[in-house]
Protein backbone atom coordinates (compact mmCIF):
# COMPACT_ATOMS: atom_id res chain seq x y z
CA UNK A 1 0.00 0.00 0.00
CA UNK A 2 2.88 2.48 1.10
CA UNK A 3 4.66 1.59 -2.15
CA UNK A 4 1.36 2.27 -4.05
CA UNK A 5 1.20 5.78 -2.20
CA UNK A 6 4.72 7.13 -3.51
CA UNK A 7 4.56 9.06 -6.30
CA UNK A 8 1.65 11.27 -3.73
CA UNK A 9 4.68 11.35 -1.36
CA UNK A 10 5.74 14.93 -0.58
CA UNK A 11 9.29 14.00 -1.74
CA UNK A 12 8.25 12.99 -5.08
CA UNK A 13 5.14 14.84 -5.86
CA UNK A 14 7.33 17.46 -8.26
CA UNK A 15 7.66 14.75 -10.30
CA UNK A 16 4.48 13.24 -10.21
CA UNK A 17 2.66 16.44 -11.56
CA UNK A 18 5.24 16.90 -14.06
CA UNK A 19 4.51 13.18 -15.37
CA UNK A 20 0.93 13.90 -15.14
CA UNK A 21 0.64 17.27 -16.90
CA UNK A 22 3.22 15.66 -19.77
CA UNK A 23 0.17 12.84 -20.22
CA UNK A 24 -2.20 15.29 -20.48
CA UNK A 25 -0.53 17.31 -22.66
CA UNK A 26 0.46 14.30 -24.88
CA UNK A 27 -3.43 13.25 -24.68
CA UNK A 28 -4.52 16.52 -25.81
CA UNK A 29 -2.55 17.28 -28.62
CA UNK A 30 -3.03 13.75 -29.84
CA UNK A 31 -6.69 13.56 -29.46
CA UNK A 32 -8.14 16.59 -29.56
CA UNK A 33 -10.25 17.68 -32.91
CA UNK A 34 -8.77 20.73 -33.26
CA UNK A 35 -5.87 21.18 -36.01
CA UNK A 36 -3.79 23.52 -34.05
CA UNK A 37 -4.07 21.56 -30.65
CA UNK A 38 -1.19 20.36 -30.87
CA UNK A 39 0.90 22.79 -31.53
CA UNK A 40 -0.26 24.79 -28.43
CA UNK A 41 0.42 22.17 -26.25
CA UNK A 42 3.81 21.29 -28.11
CA UNK A 43 6.65 23.76 -26.07
CA UNK A 44 4.64 22.93 -22.75
CA UNK A 45 4.69 19.27 -23.11
CA UNK A 46 8.42 19.66 -24.10
CA UNK A 47 9.18 21.23 -20.57
CA UNK A 48 7.31 19.47 -18.40
CA UNK A 49 8.77 16.32 -20.12
CA UNK A 50 12.19 17.42 -19.67
CA UNK A 51 11.48 17.78 -15.87
CA UNK A 52 9.77 14.30 -15.97
CA UNK A 53 13.33 12.68 -17.56
CA UNK A 54 15.41 14.95 -14.96
CA UNK A 55 13.21 13.62 -12.19
CA UNK A 56 13.66 9.82 -13.37
CA UNK A 57 17.40 10.50 -14.00
CA UNK A 58 17.39 11.61 -10.48
CA UNK A 59 15.73 8.94 -9.24
CA UNK A 60 18.07 6.43 -11.02
CA UNK A 61 21.58 8.44 -10.25
CA UNK A 62 23.89 7.65 -6.87
CA UNK A 63 25.83 10.25 -6.08
CA UNK A 64 23.43 12.73 -4.68
CA UNK A 65 21.10 10.87 -1.80
CA UNK A 66 19.09 14.73 -1.70
CA UNK A 67 18.14 14.10 -5.51
CA UNK A 68 17.10 10.16 -4.96
CA UNK A 69 14.67 11.24 -2.63
CA UNK A 70 13.46 14.79 -4.13
CA UNK A 71 13.94 14.68 -7.82
CA UNK A 72 13.42 17.51 -9.69
CA UNK A 73 13.04 19.89 -6.12
CA UNK A 74 15.97 19.05 -4.93
CA UNK A 75 17.67 21.18 -7.61
CA UNK A 76 16.48 24.19 -5.82
CA UNK A 77 18.74 23.49 -3.27
CA UNK A 78 21.97 22.73 -5.28
CA UNK A 79 21.07 26.22 -7.09
CA UNK A 80 19.97 28.27 -3.42
CA UNK A 81 23.60 26.78 -2.48
CA UNK A 82 25.58 28.15 -5.50
CA UNK A 83 23.91 31.99 -5.70
CA UNK A 84 24.27 31.73 -1.93
CA UNK A 85 27.55 33.44 -1.45
CA UNK A 86 26.28 36.60 -4.16
CA UNK A 87 22.86 36.78 -2.15
CA UNK A 88 24.76 37.37 1.51
CA UNK A 89 27.04 40.20 -0.11
CA UNK A 90 24.40 41.77 -2.30
CA UNK A 91 21.61 41.67 0.59
CA UNK A 92 22.26 40.24 4.03
CA UNK A 93 26.01 41.67 4.59
CA UNK A 94 26.36 44.72 6.47
CA UNK A 95 29.03 47.05 6.16
CA UNK A 96 31.71 46.06 8.64
CA UNK A 97 30.39 42.25 7.58
CA UNK A 98 32.21 40.13 5.21
CA UNK A 99 35.10 37.72 4.42
CA UNK A 100 38.03 38.34 4.38
CA UNK A 101 37.27 41.68 3.68
CA UNK A 102 34.34 43.55 4.82
CA UNK A 103 32.02 45.68 2.46
CA UNK A 104 33.19 49.01 3.99
CA UNK A 105 36.97 47.73 3.48
CA UNK A 106 36.23 47.01 -0.41
CA UNK A 107 34.11 50.30 -0.85
CA UNK A 108 36.84 52.67 0.38
CA UNK A 109 39.19 50.77 -1.68
CA UNK A 110 36.78 51.30 -4.80
CA UNK A 111 36.23 54.80 -3.95
CA UNK A 112 39.97 55.72 -3.39
CA UNK A 113 40.68 53.63 -7.09
CA UNK A 114 38.64 55.99 -8.64
CA UNK A 115 38.60 59.22 -6.93
CA UNK A 116 35.20 59.23 -5.29
CA UNK A 117 34.15 60.49 -1.85
CA UNK A 118 35.48 57.98 0.40
CA UNK A 119 34.41 59.99 3.80
CA UNK A 120 31.46 58.28 6.07
CA UNK A 121 28.50 60.14 7.76
CA UNK A 122 26.83 59.65 11.08
CA UNK A 123 29.82 58.19 13.49
CA UNK A 124 31.46 54.56 13.44
CA UNK A 125 29.65 51.77 12.80
CA UNK A 126 32.46 49.89 14.63
CA UNK A 127 31.15 48.45 18.57
CA UNK A 128 33.84 50.29 20.03
CA UNK A 129 33.19 48.80 23.38
CA UNK A 130 33.59 45.35 22.05
CA UNK A 131 36.82 42.55 22.87
CA UNK A 132 39.26 43.62 20.09
CA UNK A 133 38.29 47.03 19.07
CA UNK A 134 41.46 48.61 18.46
CA UNK A 135 42.90 52.45 17.85
CA UNK A 136 45.48 54.66 17.14
CA UNK A 137 45.88 57.65 19.46
CA UNK A 138 45.91 60.69 19.00
CA UNK A 139 47.67 64.17 19.86
CA UNK A 140 46.22 67.35 21.07
CA UNK A 141 49.65 68.92 18.84
CA UNK A 142 48.83 67.46 15.78
CA UNK A 143 51.62 67.96 13.12
CA UNK A 144 50.84 69.71 9.47
CA UNK A 145 49.90 67.38 6.72
CA UNK A 146 53.02 65.77 5.25
CA UNK A 147 53.49 66.08 1.54
CA UNK A 148 56.37 63.58 1.61
CA UNK A 149 55.84 60.50 -0.50
CA UNK A 150 57.11 58.22 2.63
CA UNK A 151 59.61 55.94 1.22
CA UNK A 152 62.50 53.92 2.96
CA UNK A 153 66.35 53.04 1.63
CA UNK A 154 66.38 48.92 1.77
CA UNK A 155 70.08 48.04 1.30
CA UNK A 156 72.63 46.96 4.47
CA UNK A 157 76.07 47.55 4.41
CA UNK A 158 76.96 44.75 2.10
CA UNK A 159 74.51 45.93 -0.27
CA UNK A 160 76.01 47.82 -3.24
CA UNK A 161 73.16 49.23 -4.95
CA UNK A 162 70.16 50.36 -2.43
CA UNK A 163 66.55 50.45 -3.41
CA UNK A 164 64.47 53.22 -2.20
CA UNK A 165 61.24 51.68 -2.30
CA UNK A 166 57.76 53.29 -1.06
CA UNK A 167 56.48 52.40 2.13
CA UNK A 168 53.40 50.86 0.20
CA UNK A 169 53.77 48.15 -2.47
CA UNK A 170 52.17 45.71 -4.61
CA UNK A 171 52.53 41.96 -2.25
CA UNK A 172 53.42 38.90 -4.64
CA UNK A 173 50.83 37.47 -7.12
CA UNK A 174 52.38 35.23 -10.05
CA UNK A 175 51.39 35.84 -14.08
CA UNK A 176 49.40 32.35 -14.14
CA UNK A 177 47.16 33.30 -11.05
CA UNK A 178 46.68 36.91 -12.51
CA UNK A 179 45.51 37.54 -16.24
CA UNK A 180 47.84 39.07 -18.73
CA UNK A 181 46.02 42.53 -18.41
CA UNK A 182 46.10 42.45 -14.40
CA UNK A 183 49.58 42.45 -14.37
CA UNK A 184 49.46 44.96 -17.06
CA UNK A 185 47.78 47.39 -15.46
CA UNK A 186 49.35 46.71 -11.95
CA UNK A 187 52.73 46.90 -13.18
CA UNK A 188 51.80 50.14 -14.89
CA UNK A 189 50.19 51.74 -12.03
CA UNK A 190 53.25 50.49 -10.26
CA UNK A 191 55.56 53.02 -13.01
CA UNK A 192 53.35 55.99 -12.87
CA UNK A 193 52.84 56.08 -8.38
CA UNK A 194 56.86 55.26 -7.72
CA UNK A 195 56.36 51.87 -5.91
CA UNK A 196 57.27 48.61 -6.31
CA UNK A 197 55.75 45.34 -7.92
CA UNK A 198 56.40 41.79 -6.69
CA UNK A 199 56.02 39.23 -9.42
CA UNK A 200 56.00 36.53 -7.21
CA UNK A 201 57.28 32.78 -7.32
CA UNK A 202 56.11 32.23 -11.15
CA UNK A 203 58.74 34.39 -12.68
CA UNK A 204 59.53 37.35 -14.70
CA UNK A 205 56.47 37.39 -17.73
CA UNK A 206 56.67 39.86 -20.52
CA UNK A 207 53.94 41.62 -19.10
CA UNK A 208 55.71 42.79 -16.19
CA UNK A 209 58.29 43.55 -18.53
CA UNK A 210 56.09 45.79 -21.14
CA UNK A 211 55.27 47.85 -18.45
CA UNK A 212 58.51 49.10 -17.07
CA UNK A 213 57.68 49.61 -13.30
CA UNK A 214 59.95 48.77 -10.61
CA UNK A 215 60.20 44.97 -9.67
CA UNK A 216 61.09 42.64 -6.96
CA UNK A 217 61.62 39.37 -8.39
CA UNK A 218 60.62 36.46 -5.78
CA UNK A 219 62.15 33.15 -7.00
CA UNK A 220 60.37 30.43 -5.25
CA UNK A 221 61.66 26.39 -4.44
CA UNK A 222 60.59 25.81 -8.08
CA UNK A 223 62.98 28.26 -9.55
CA UNK A 224 61.02 29.35 -11.99
CA UNK A 225 62.83 31.46 -14.18
CA UNK A 226 65.94 30.22 -13.45
CA UNK A 227 66.37 26.64 -13.36
CA UNK A 228 67.44 23.50 -14.39
CA UNK A 229 65.33 21.25 -16.53
CA UNK A 230 65.91 18.78 -13.56
CA UNK A 231 64.05 21.74 -11.47
CA UNK A 232 67.55 23.19 -9.78
CA UNK A 233 68.52 26.40 -9.39
CA UNK A 234 70.34 28.03 -12.53
CA UNK A 235 72.63 30.57 -11.42
CA UNK A 236 73.75 31.59 -14.77
CA UNK A 237 70.17 32.45 -15.96
CA UNK A 238 69.53 33.96 -12.76
CA UNK A 239 72.39 36.75 -13.10
CA UNK A 240 71.01 37.06 -16.53
CA UNK A 241 67.50 38.19 -15.69
CA UNK A 242 68.29 39.77 -12.13
CA UNK A 243 70.77 41.92 -13.72
CA UNK A 244 67.83 43.63 -15.87
CA UNK A 245 67.26 47.43 -14.50
CA UNK A 246 63.56 47.02 -14.24
CA UNK A 247 64.37 44.15 -11.63
CA UNK A 248 65.09 46.11 -7.86
CA UNK A 249 65.53 44.11 -5.21
CA UNK A 250 65.18 40.21 -5.32
CA UNK A 251 63.58 38.14 -3.23
CA UNK A 252 63.91 34.62 -1.86
CA UNK A 253 59.99 32.88 -0.97
CA UNK A 254 60.45 30.21 1.62
CA UNK A 255 57.24 29.81 2.88
CA UNK A 256 54.10 31.65 1.70
CA UNK A 257 50.82 33.23 4.25
CA UNK A 258 47.98 31.10 2.45
CA UNK A 259 49.99 27.68 2.80
CA UNK A 260 52.94 27.59 4.57
CA UNK A 261 54.86 24.25 4.14
CA UNK A 262 52.94 23.30 1.37
CA UNK A 263 54.07 22.55 -1.99
CA UNK A 264 52.31 23.72 -4.78
CA UNK A 265 51.67 21.94 -8.80
CA UNK A 266 49.89 23.63 -11.95
CA UNK A 267 49.21 20.25 -13.39
CA UNK A 268 50.74 19.65 -17.23
CA UNK A 269 47.33 20.14 -18.75
CA UNK A 270 47.34 24.00 -17.38
CA UNK A 271 50.78 24.58 -18.77
CA UNK A 272 50.60 26.56 -22.16
CA UNK A 273 53.18 27.53 -24.16
CA UNK A 274 53.99 30.75 -22.62
CA UNK A 275 54.18 29.86 -19.04
CA UNK A 276 56.33 26.80 -20.17
CA UNK A 277 58.49 29.61 -21.61
CA UNK A 278 58.48 32.08 -18.61
CA UNK A 279 58.75 29.35 -16.13
CA UNK A 280 61.25 27.34 -17.62
CA UNK A 281 59.44 24.08 -17.34
CA UNK A 282 58.84 21.33 -20.26
CA UNK A 283 55.43 21.03 -22.09
CA UNK A 284 53.55 17.94 -21.16
CA UNK A 285 55.35 17.74 -17.13
CA UNK A 286 53.19 18.74 -14.14
CA UNK A 287 54.86 22.25 -13.28
CA UNK A 288 55.99 21.64 -9.40
CA UNK A 289 56.69 24.29 -6.57
CA UNK A 290 58.43 21.77 -3.86
CA UNK A 291 57.60 22.35 -0.18
CA UNK A 292 61.23 22.98 0.09
CA UNK A 293 64.18 24.14 -1.04
CA UNK A 294 66.87 22.13 -3.57
CA UNK A 295 69.68 25.05 -2.85
CA UNK A 296 70.30 24.71 0.40
CA UNK A 297 69.29 22.46 3.32
CA UNK A 298 70.18 24.22 6.66
CA UNK A 299 69.92 27.84 7.90
CA UNK A 300 73.69 28.36 7.03
CA UNK A 301 73.23 27.64 3.56
CA UNK A 302 70.37 29.61 3.39
CA UNK A 303 72.27 32.87 4.24
CA UNK A 304 75.11 31.16 1.67
CA UNK A 305 72.41 31.28 -0.76
CA UNK A 306 70.71 34.72 0.05
CA UNK A 307 74.13 36.27 -0.32
CA UNK A 308 74.89 34.66 -3.67
CA UNK A 309 71.65 36.34 -4.78
CA UNK A 310 72.88 39.40 -3.90
CA UNK A 311 76.07 38.52 -5.74
CA UNK A 312 74.77 37.26 -8.82
CA UNK A 313 72.16 40.47 -9.55
CA UNK A 314 75.08 42.85 -9.31
CA UNK A 315 74.54 44.01 -5.68
CA UNK A 316 70.97 44.83 -5.59
CA UNK A 317 68.55 43.94 -2.20
CA UNK A 318 68.57 40.49 -1.26
CA UNK A 319 65.94 38.94 1.04
CA UNK A 320 63.27 36.27 1.99
CA UNK A 321 59.98 36.04 2.85
CA UNK A 322 58.25 33.60 5.01
CA UNK A 323 55.26 33.20 7.53
CA UNK A 324 56.77 32.36 11.18
CA UNK A 325 56.17 29.04 12.26
CA UNK A 326 58.24 27.11 14.53
CA UNK A 327 60.04 30.01 16.29
CA UNK A 328 63.27 28.31 16.93
CA UNK A 329 63.50 27.92 13.20
CA UNK A 330 63.97 31.85 12.26
CA UNK A 331 65.99 32.02 15.72
CA UNK A 332 68.02 29.86 14.17
CA UNK A 333 68.10 32.02 10.92
CA UNK A 334 69.49 35.00 13.21
CA UNK A 335 71.99 32.55 14.36
CA UNK A 336 73.19 31.48 11.02
CA UNK A 337 73.22 35.64 10.61
CA UNK A 338 75.90 36.13 13.52
CA UNK A 339 78.31 33.40 12.80
CA UNK A 340 78.37 33.27 9.08
CA UNK A 341 78.53 37.57 9.05
CA UNK A 342 75.71 36.96 6.43
CA UNK A 343 72.71 39.34 6.75
CA UNK A 344 69.78 39.73 4.48
CA UNK A 345 68.99 43.25 3.29
CA UNK A 346 65.60 42.77 3.78
CA UNK A 347 62.88 40.12 5.23
CA UNK A 348 59.06 39.93 4.66
CA UNK A 349 56.61 38.68 6.65
CA UNK A 350 53.72 37.11 5.50
CA UNK A 351 50.73 36.36 8.01
CA UNK A 352 48.45 33.19 8.08
CA UNK A 353 45.85 35.61 7.22
CA UNK A 354 46.36 33.81 3.31
CA UNK A 355 46.02 35.88 0.39
CA UNK A 356 44.93 35.16 -3.56
CA UNK A 357 46.33 31.69 -3.68
CA UNK A 358 44.09 28.87 -2.83
CA UNK A 359 45.14 26.07 -0.03
CA UNK A 360 43.55 23.56 2.07
CA UNK A 361 41.04 24.62 4.00
CA UNK A 362 43.29 23.58 7.61
CA UNK A 363 46.02 25.36 6.23
CA UNK A 364 43.91 28.33 5.62
CA UNK A 365 42.50 28.56 9.06
CA UNK A 366 45.22 27.13 11.17
CA UNK A 367 48.23 26.73 10.27
CA UNK A 368 51.04 29.49 10.72
CA UNK A 369 51.47 32.75 12.66
CA UNK A 370 49.71 35.49 12.22
CA UNK A 371 51.01 38.47 10.15
CA UNK A 372 51.30 41.12 13.70
CA UNK A 373 52.56 38.57 15.83
CA UNK A 374 55.12 37.83 13.17
CA UNK A 375 56.09 41.01 12.18
CA UNK A 376 56.56 41.90 16.05
CA UNK A 377 58.52 38.88 16.79
CA UNK A 378 60.74 39.02 13.57
CA UNK A 379 61.01 42.90 14.84
CA UNK A 380 61.99 41.87 18.61
CA UNK A 381 64.91 39.28 17.54
CA UNK A 382 66.52 41.15 14.88
CA UNK A 383 66.75 43.91 17.97
CA UNK A 384 67.88 41.18 20.42
CA UNK A 385 70.74 39.92 18.23
CA UNK A 386 72.06 43.88 17.25
CA UNK A 387 70.61 43.25 13.67
CA UNK A 388 67.35 45.56 13.14
CA UNK A 389 69.10 48.99 12.16
CA UNK A 390 70.92 47.04 9.25
CA UNK A 391 67.71 45.09 7.74
CA UNK A 392 64.26 46.43 6.73
CA UNK A 393 61.30 44.30 7.74
CA UNK A 394 58.24 44.28 5.35
CA UNK A 395 54.70 43.30 5.93
CA UNK A 396 52.10 41.31 4.08
CA UNK A 397 48.42 39.81 5.50
CA UNK A 398 45.35 41.67 4.69
CA UNK A 399 47.08 44.86 4.16
CA UNK A 400 44.29 47.48 2.36
CA UNK A 401 43.70 50.74 4.52
CA UNK A 402 45.96 53.01 5.89
CA UNK A 403 45.33 52.01 9.61
CA UNK A 404 46.23 48.60 8.38
CA UNK A 405 49.55 49.93 7.28
CA UNK A 406 49.98 52.23 10.61
CA UNK A 407 49.39 49.56 13.16
CA UNK A 408 51.59 46.97 10.87
CA UNK A 409 54.15 49.53 11.25
CA UNK A 410 54.09 50.54 15.09
CA UNK A 411 54.56 46.47 15.49
CA UNK A 412 58.19 46.63 13.74
CA UNK A 413 57.43 46.72 9.66
CA UNK A 414 59.22 49.50 7.81
CA UNK A 415 56.76 49.01 4.75
CA UNK A 416 53.76 46.84 3.89
CA UNK A 417 52.77 45.21 0.63
CA UNK A 418 48.85 44.30 -0.40
CA UNK A 419 47.72 42.00 -2.70
CA UNK A 420 43.73 41.96 -2.65
CA UNK A 421 43.88 45.69 -1.91
CA UNK A 422 45.17 45.96 -4.96
CA UNK A 423 43.59 43.69 -6.91
CA UNK A 424 40.07 45.89 -5.59
CA UNK A 425 41.55 48.32 -7.26
CA UNK A 426 41.95 46.64 -10.53
CA UNK A 427 37.68 45.67 -9.99
CA UNK A 428 38.18 42.28 -8.00
CA UNK A 429 34.77 41.83 -6.32
CA UNK A 430 35.17 38.83 -4.09
CA UNK A 431 33.71 36.73 -5.69
CA UNK A 432 36.08 33.85 -3.81
CA UNK A 433 36.26 32.26 -7.72
CA UNK A 434 40.03 33.06 -8.27
CA UNK A 435 40.94 29.27 -8.19
CA UNK A 436 38.26 28.28 -10.63
CA UNK A 437 39.56 30.52 -13.62
CA UNK A 438 36.02 32.05 -13.84
CA UNK A 439 37.21 35.27 -12.55
CA UNK A 440 34.20 37.58 -13.34
CA UNK A 441 36.02 40.59 -13.18
CA UNK A 442 39.45 39.22 -15.62
CA UNK A 443 41.52 39.55 -12.89
CA UNK A 444 42.18 36.08 -11.76
CA UNK A 445 42.11 33.89 -15.35
CA UNK A 446 43.75 32.36 -18.20
CA UNK A 447 40.89 33.03 -20.17
CA UNK A 448 41.21 35.67 -22.80
CA UNK A 449 37.51 36.34 -23.40
CA UNK A 450 37.08 37.17 -19.28
CA UNK A 451 40.50 38.79 -19.15
CA UNK A 452 39.33 41.51 -21.83
CA UNK A 453 37.17 42.61 -19.48
CA UNK A 454 39.69 44.41 -17.34
CA UNK A 455 40.77 47.55 -20.03
CA UNK A 456 44.05 48.22 -18.88
CA UNK A 457 44.43 51.96 -19.53
CA UNK A 458 41.23 52.97 -16.91
CA UNK A 459 42.67 50.26 -14.20
CA UNK A 460 46.21 51.61 -14.61
CA UNK A 461 45.02 55.15 -13.06
CA UNK A 462 42.80 53.43 -10.61
CA UNK A 463 46.03 51.79 -8.86
CA UNK A 464 47.87 54.46 -8.94
CA UNK A 465 45.09 56.43 -7.47
CA UNK A 466 44.47 53.49 -4.84
CA UNK A 467 48.24 54.22 -3.67
CA UNK A 468 48.17 57.66 -3.62
CA UNK A 469 45.08 57.91 -1.63
CA UNK A 470 46.12 55.27 1.11
CA UNK A 471 49.31 57.15 1.49
CA UNK A 472 47.42 60.63 1.72
CA UNK A 473 45.42 58.97 4.42
CA UNK A 474 48.52 57.44 6.26
CA UNK A 475 50.17 60.99 6.08
CA UNK A 476 46.33 62.37 7.66
CA UNK A 477 46.76 59.88 10.45
CA UNK A 478 50.45 60.43 11.45
CA UNK A 479 49.74 63.91 11.40
CA UNK A 480 46.77 63.86 13.54
CA UNK A 481 49.00 61.47 16.07
CA UNK A 482 52.02 64.20 15.76
CA UNK A 483 54.45 62.44 13.98
CA UNK A 484 55.88 63.23 10.38
CA UNK A 485 56.81 59.45 8.98
CA UNK A 486 55.76 56.05 9.93
CA UNK A 487 59.15 55.00 10.89
CA UNK A 488 58.25 57.03 14.41
CA UNK A 489 54.95 54.84 14.75
CA UNK A 490 55.89 53.06 18.03
CA UNK A 491 53.54 50.09 20.26
CA UNK A 492 52.86 52.83 22.60
CA UNK A 493 50.11 55.04 19.72
CA UNK A 494 47.36 52.09 19.41
CA UNK A 495 45.09 50.56 22.03
CA UNK A 496 43.47 47.52 21.95
CA UNK A 497 40.05 46.77 24.34
CA UNK A 498 41.05 43.07 26.37
CA UNK A 499 37.17 43.23 27.01
CA UNK A 500 34.31 45.29 27.70
CA UNK A 501 35.93 47.49 30.82
CA UNK A 502 39.78 46.88 29.81
CA UNK A 503 41.86 48.43 27.34
CA UNK A 504 45.29 47.63 26.97
CA UNK A 505 48.29 49.45 25.29
CA UNK A 506 50.05 47.57 22.15
CA UNK A 507 53.42 48.17 24.28
CA UNK A 508 51.82 45.99 26.56
CA UNK A 509 50.54 43.33 24.31
CA UNK A 510 53.67 43.40 22.47
CA UNK A 511 56.03 44.20 24.39
CA UNK A 512 59.96 45.03 23.17
CA UNK A 513 63.67 43.00 23.46
CA UNK A 514 66.35 45.09 24.11
CA UNK A 515 69.39 45.55 21.48
CA UNK A 516 71.46 42.14 22.67
CA UNK A 517 69.39 40.71 24.80
CA UNK A 518 69.28 37.35 22.90
CA UNK A 519 73.08 37.87 22.81
CA UNK A 520 73.38 38.68 26.47
CA UNK A 521 70.27 35.96 27.71
CA UNK A 522 66.74 36.68 27.69
CA UNK A 523 64.39 35.71 30.22
CA UNK A 524 61.48 36.53 27.92
CA UNK A 525 59.28 33.41 27.68
CA UNK A 526 58.45 34.43 24.26
CA UNK A 527 62.20 33.69 23.21
CA UNK A 528 63.91 32.19 26.21
CA UNK A 529 62.99 28.30 25.20
CA UNK A 530 63.09 28.42 21.45
CA UNK A 531 66.73 30.50 21.44
CA UNK A 532 67.95 27.72 23.31
CA UNK A 533 66.55 25.14 20.63
CA UNK A 534 68.06 26.82 17.80
CA UNK A 535 70.82 26.09 16.10
CA UNK A 536 72.52 27.58 12.97
CA UNK A 537 73.46 24.31 11.40
CA UNK A 538 69.93 22.89 11.48
CA UNK A 539 66.01 23.45 11.29
CA UNK A 540 65.55 20.71 13.50
CA UNK A 541 65.66 22.34 17.71
CA UNK A 542 68.12 20.92 19.60
CA UNK A 543 66.55 19.46 22.84
Not at 84 to 96: A, G, H, I, T, V
Not at 287 to 298: D, L, N, V
Not at 446 to 473: F, S
Amino acid sequence: METLLLPFSPRYIVLTICAVVTALLLGIGMFDHNPKAFDVVLIPMLIFGALTLLGIRDLMQKNHAVLRNYPISAHMRFLLEEIRPEMRQYFFESEKDGMPFSRDTRAVVYQRAKMQLDKRPFGTQEDVYREGYEWMHHSVAPKAHSNEKFRITIGGPDCTRPYSASVFNISAMSFGALSPNAVRALNAGARKGGFAHDTGEGGVSPYHREMGGDLIWEVGSGYFGCRHRDGTFDADEFARVASEDQIKMVELKMSQGAKPGHGGVLPAAKVSQEISKIRGVAMGEDCISPATHKAFSTPIEMMEFVAKMRKLSGGKPAGFKMCIGHPWEFLAICKAMRQTGIYPDFIVIDGNEGGTGAAPLEFMDHLGMPMREGVNFVHNALVGINARDRIKLGASGKIATAFDMARAMALGADWCNSARGFMFALGCIQSLSCHTDRCPTGVTTQDPTRARALYVPLKIDRVYNYHRATLIALAELLAAAGLEHPQELRPIHFSKRTSSTEVCSFAKLYPSLRPGELIDGTDDVRFRDAWAMARAESFAPAI
